[in-house]
């Protein structure tokens, strides 16, 4: 049986995985008669936790990661401006611009936090956000709080966005050596036949030399896992999907985004679900498939009518 805890890898995004690699290879040197028992393996796994490194400072020091953020933060400025100016239009004197505040705050609630979601997580709910505040529906709307010019900077913005995504994707493709998961392939391996090593030589140690080492290693194992691991996976299947309204028909592709809940708490657009729209522009029946995301699998098809 292993006295060190198993480090589940599989959890751990690139950065992670190697901040932890480094930090056992500090408790290494740090201790030399356990680095002595991984001798065999240790000048290989040094060469791979160098490889490693390379690649991961490499992605972090592309051209275009600052760039990158420098945009999605504008973009966050952007939602939060246009969250803003919603909300204090609530408070309007005039009747007209108070109501259309309010269908405007229903609509904006229903993306949930869009600063907080992933890249492309963002991008998604920030296509059809534009798409909505520019459709029959919501046009007028948005023009009589003055937000038009917000949602065409807004517009700007995302595009910009998805080129800089683009060309950072197309650099890193371009990049034939081996790729972070090769090395994980090669690396992890590699670690456990150190940790067998350290393990099967601790079981014969009588005067402690192992003891602090891996007591210290486990503390590790623990706060890594618990900060990378990633929660079971549920079925959205199960989840309660509030009836839409009848929709106007107005030509053009309508895409209203059903309230989601599951076990009680609200899903969020794009990071808890996707939509995939079918006739969905002509009047009659049409249909929405919510298709689970992130932790949630499944998928779940409801209907509404344009009339």
């Given at each position: 049986m292993s006295i060190i805890k198993v480090i589940l890898f599989r959890y751990m995004r690139g950065e992670a995985h190697l901040q932890y690699l480094v930090l056992f290879?500090?408790?290494?040197?740090?201790?030399?008669?356990?680095?002595?028992?991984?001798?065999?393996?240790?000048?290989?796994?040094?060469?791979?936790?160098?490889?490693?490194?390379?690649?991961?400072?490499?992605?972090?020091?592309?051209?275009?990661?600052?760039?990158?953020?420098?945009?999605?933060?504008?973009?966050?400025?952007?939602?939060?401006?246009?969250?803003?100016?919603?909300?204090?239009?609530?408070?309007?004197?005039?009747?007209?611009?108070?109501?259309?505040?309010?269908?405007?705050a229903l609509r904006m609630k229903a993306f949930g936090d869009i600063p907080?979601?992933?890249?492309?997580?963002?991008?998604?709910?920030?296509?059809?956000?534009?798409?909505?505040?520019?459709?029959?529906?919501?046009?007028?709307?948005?023009?009589?709080?003055?937000?038009?010019?917000?949602?065409?900077?807004?517009?700007?913005?995302?595009?910009?966005?998805?080129?800089?995504?683009?060309?950072?994707?197309?650099?890193?493709?371009?990049?034939p050596n081996e790729t972070l998961q090769d090395i994980r392939n090669q690396i992890e391996p590699l670690y456990r036949k150190m940790i067998g090593a350290i393990d099967a030589a601790s079981?014969?140690?009588?005067?402690?030399?192992?003891?602090?080492?891996?007591?210290?290693?486990?503390?590790?194992v623990t706060y890594f896992n618990d900060h990378n691991h990633r929660p079971a996976r549920k079925n959205i299947k199960t989840a309660n999907v509030e009836p839409i309204s009848v929709q106007q028909y107005t030509g053009k592709a309508i895409t209203p985004i059903p309230l989601v809940r599951f076990e009680g708490s609200e899903l969020s657009f794009a990071k808890d679900f996707t939509l995939i729209y079918k006739n969905n522009v002509n009047r009659g029946v049409a249909t929405i498939g919510i298709v689970g995301k992130g932790i949630y699998t499944g998928k779940i098809v409801v209907t509404f009518n344009i009339e």
């Open positions: 290879d500090q408790l290494l040197v740090e201790f030399p008669d356990v680095k002595a028992a991984v001798a065999a393996y240790y000048d290989a796994f040094i060469l791979l936790l160098a490889q490693e490194k390379k690649i991961v400072d490499m992605k972090r020091s592309s051209d275009y990661t600052q760039r990158i953020s420098d945009v999605d933060n504008r973009d966050d400025r952007l939602i939060t401006g246009i969250k803003e100016i919603i909300n204090a239009s609530l408070h309007h004197f005039d009747s007209a611009t108070v109501a259309a505040a309010q269908s405007l907080a979601k992933s890249y492309e997580e963002e991008v998604a709910a920030i296509d059809i956000l534009i798409t909505d505040l520019k459709s029959t529906e919501y046009v007028q709307k948005v023009c009589r709080l003055g937000l038009m010019p917000w949602v065409q900077q807004l517009l700007s913005s995302v595009t910009e966005f998805k080129e800089l995504l683009r060309l950072r994707n197309i650099e890193q493709s371009e990049k079981f014969i140690d009588t005067e402690g030399k192992y003891t602090e080492f891996i007591k210290r290693l486990n503390t590790q």
